[in-house]
């Protein structure tokens, strides 16, 4: 099993490298034999910001703090 700061590593390199969060995250679950939804307690805080701003930047989530959509709440469940 893959520990939380190897995790973010791995993702880390992957964005030096020009991969988006997202995408990165993606390509270590795939690496490491782990279900997206299963990375989600081995996102540090830092990278799950950066993830919220890529989301927002895509609009793939609300804007708003209080919306249902957030990042923050996702993680908080």
């Known amino acids: 099993m893959i ?3 190897e995790f973010t590593d791995a ?3 992957l964005v030096i ?3 988006d969060v997202l995408s990165a995250i993606i ?3 795939e690496d490491n034999n782990l279900e997206p ?3 989600k307690r081995l996102i540090s ?3 799950k910001e950066k993830l919220q701003a890529e989301a927002k930047g895509l609009n793939l989530i ?3 703090e ?3 959509g957030t990042i923050t709440k996702f993680f908080s469940v």
Request: proline share 4%; with cysteine; hydrophobic share 25%.
């Open 11 to 13: 993702v880390e390199k």
């Open 27 to 29: 390509k270590v679950c």
């Open 62 to 64: 609300n804007r708003g």
């Open 45 to 47: 805080a830092p990278l």
């Open 37 to 39: 939804e299963a990375s």
């Open 3 to 5: 520990s939380k700061k």
């Open 66 to 68: 209080n919306s249902v």
């Open 17 to 19: 490298r020009g991969s």
